[in-house]
């Protein structure tokens, strides 16, 4: 459709920039609403059109209903037995819900489920920590794909909600004391605290006892500080030392220490002023952290909370060629370092003496993605576990190793016969790129199958293997599924991550056109049926990858994306992203955002992909405007009206998180019919 264009051109560090779509920003405006829904209406005839849509739905609804499990977090009670709790979601439930076990081998039995709280099942668990004994667990709540959660806590013997309400605590961390009635908490200010604009900056530490105002919980750490910076708090299990870890970017952080038992007694530095990440694990009798501080793929130090100095740090587990991404300590006095490893972006488990001694590896039945839960003071492994072609399940293990399943999903979900191997491309200045590739085996490379490149590539993010409706769906059509390890991700390091990032970006996406060129040159597709999908920071990475290499694919699908990245720091949090991209206010930083921001690239006149821009309007992270006006742009400029440009903008939904089974099931059929029938696929 044509969409009014405005002759709007700034000069910025002396560059005439055009904005004409401008006015598209304002979410709010009667114009911008009118466009919108009839941008959605178009989409929508579009999309309607397309055959087989209805098996395509009732296919997608099985495979999204056969749901998700989470590894545990387990309390030991004042009984001395144990509870577990865990997120779990299956079969004709809209919202994971909050379980609980109270015993290893005993029945779940619900304590929060969202889904009647909002009658269209948009309100969701943001995020939950019980307290040390099990008996009650903090909460956030939030509606419509929000994220901005507000705390409760639930009893967990009653199931019923105390009075305390504490809104504003988006992605809150809390750390309980041990008597079960104080904890430290993250909260951002409210309206009126901190000029318009910054609430969602400002993150601060409190302390809350259960049952007093919030509005009187006193400021622990925080104030004075930069507001972009971001802290989380823990505690070692005895409640005397609490432990804060500031996000400072995507490659920066710190850790500060107090000690409890002294009430006036200061905050000191474990970590600081060095542009290294740090991962704090505090116990009763020392702090561990994981860092890549002088080690791109990480390692792990012992610090004494009584000589905290970096120079008395002692190494216990150092870099290896596989990157260490957590560590998790469980065994009490018998204590065992369980540490979770990439290789190739597929995990790998070991086992680790307290002073770094080999124990032995998890072993684990299948290539893909697992993450550790343990108690320190338990016997007993728990690994969230899933690969491209079966669901997520729960493994346990005791301490001598042996493998058991806590929980799973998906009943007798039939494993497809699928193939997973790597291809290896070589990007433009010769850096080596893998990825997956997911097919049926027995899949001919002659170039005749039909191919979709995925990728993210950005804030130190790694891409591993994971159970997926759009994965199964392209292969079960018999297409061929892509995943490239992009530089800026945490695949292979921190190094990988600064290769892909601020003036290195460019990186990114010549690693996405050798992947793309390298399945056209092993016979895996051609350039006319190669679609590439990515969200977010990867559905900049769609759009850039049309407006630069439009030869190289037929159709892309642009999910939640960043377009306008001249003007992206202005709007929601995307000022907490300079770190990772660059201040478009900065001259040097304009240059190289300038060069590749995809709004500012599209030309006028040729043949583009067809293109599928997603977005929705509480979306709490990432702007809807990028999308607006990037699918305009691109609507404008493209020479080919055979290849349409559409735009899918979601009511009640945010950047991804909390999404009810029916909104994902609608917007997953939506994508892949439009992919399906671009690329030709049956």
Not at 25 to 40: K, L, P, S, T
Not at 107 to 121: C, E, G, H, I, Q
Not at 277 to 300: C, F, K
Not at 576 to 599: I, K, M, Q, V
Request: hydrophobic share 40%.
């Amino acid at each position: 459709m044509k969409t009014r264009k405005d002759d709007l051109v700034e000069t910025l560090h002396g560059v005439p920039v055009a904005d004409p779509y401008r006015w598209l920003e304002d979410g709010d405006a009667a114009e911008v609403r009118a466009w919108d829904e009839a941008q959605n209406a178009e989409t929508r005839a579009w999309l309607d059109r397309i055959p087989g849509r209805g098996a395509l739905h009732d296919r997608i609804h099985a495979i999204l209903s056969l749901g998700y499990t989470g590894a545990p977090a387990s309390r030991r009670t004042g009984s001395g037995s144990r509870r577990y709790f865990h997120m779990r979601r299956e079969g004709a439930q809209e919202q994971a819900v909050l379980c609980v076990r109270d015993a290893v081998d005993g029945a779940d039995r619900v304590l929060v489920d969202p889904a009647p709280l909002s009658a269209d099942r948009t309100t969701t668990v943001d995020w939950w920590a019980p307290s040390r004994d099990g008996a009650r667990v903090a909460w956030g709540l939030s509606e419509a794909g929000s994220e901005e959660s507000t705390l409760r806590v639930r009893d967990v013997a009653t199931g019923e909600d105390l009075p305390d309400r504490i809104p504003h605590t988006r992605h809150a961390t809390v750390a309980w004391l041990p008597d079960g009635e104080t904890f430290f908490y993250t909260r951002y200010p409210a309206p009126g605290e901190v000029p318009p604009g910054d609430e969602k900056y400002f993150c601060r530490v409190f302390r809350h006892r259960v049952g007093d105002d919030p509005a009187n919980d006193p400021l622990v750490f925080g104030g004075g500080r930069d507001k972009l910076d971001v802290p989380s708090v823990m505690a070692s299990p005895g409640g005397r030392w609490l432990v804060v870890r500031v996000h400072m970017g995507w490659q920066k952080s710190e850790v500060w220490l107090r000690d409890l038992a002294a009430p006036d007694a200061p905050f000191v530095p474990v970590a600081t002023g060095v542009e290294a990440l740090y991962e704090p694990i505090p116990l009763d009798d020392v702090l561990y952290v994981m860092t890549n501080e002088g080690a791109s793929r990480y390692r792990l130090f012992a610090v004494d909370y009584a000589a905290p100095e970096r120079a008395k740090w002692r190494e216990i587990l150092p870099e290896k060629d596989d990157v260490l991404t957590d560590v998790t300590v469980v065994g009490g006095d018998r204590r065992v370092l369980v540490a979770a490893y990439l290789h190739e972006a597929s995990a790998r488990i070991e086992r680790f003496a307290p002073d770094g001694a080999p124990l032995g590896p998890l072993p684990l039945p299948t290539l893909g993605t697992a993450l550790v839960a343990g108690a320190w003071d338990a016997d007993e492994v728990f690994v969230e576990l899933a690969s491209f072609a079966t669901p997520t399940q729960v493994l346990r293990f005791d301490r001598v190793a042996a493998q058991s399943v806590w929980d799973r999903v998906g009943g007798e979900f039939a494993v497809p016969d699928v193939r997973v191997s790597m291809l290896y491309a070589t990007s433009k200045d010769g850096t080596r790129v893998p990825m997956f590739v997911i097919e049926k085996a027995g899949t001919p490379r002659d170039g005749s199958s039909p191919a979709v490149l995925y990728g993210y590539g950005g804030f130190n993010i790694a891409q591993t293997p994971a159970f997926s409706a759009r994965t199964l769906l392209t292969v079960e059509h018999g297409g061929v599924w892509a995943v490239a390890l992009l530089r800026g991700g945490g695949e292979f390091g921190e190094d990988w991550h600064r290769a892909g990032m601020l003036d290195r970006k460019q990186n990114v996406f010549d690693d996405l056109f050798a992947c793309a060129e390298e399945l056209v040159q092993a016979g895996v597709t051609r350039p006319e049926r190669l679609g590439v999908v990515g969200g977010s920071n990867g559905g900049l990475l769609v759009a850039a990858a049309v407006t630069q290499r439009p030869d190289l694919f037929r159709a892309g699908l642009s999910l939640v994306p960043l377009a306008d990245m001249l003007r992206y720091h202005r709007f929601r949090i995307g000022r907490l992203w300079t770190a990772e991209y660059g201040d478009p206010d900065e001259p040097r930083a304009f240059r190289w955002l300038h060069a590749y921001s995809p709004y500012h690239q599209a030309r006028d006149g040729v043949r583009y992909p067809a293109v599928l821009f997603t977005t929705a309007e509480s979306d709490s992270r990432v702007d809807p405007m990028h999308a607006r006006k990037m699918a305009a742009r691109l609507q404008e400029a493209q020479a080919d009206r055979a290849r349409p440009v559409l735009l899918r903008i979601e009511s009640r939904a945010g950047h991804g998180a909390g999404k009810p089974v029916a909104k994902l099931v609608d917007e997953v059929t939506d994508e892949l019919a439009f992919l399906f029938h671009e690329l030709g696929m049956t």
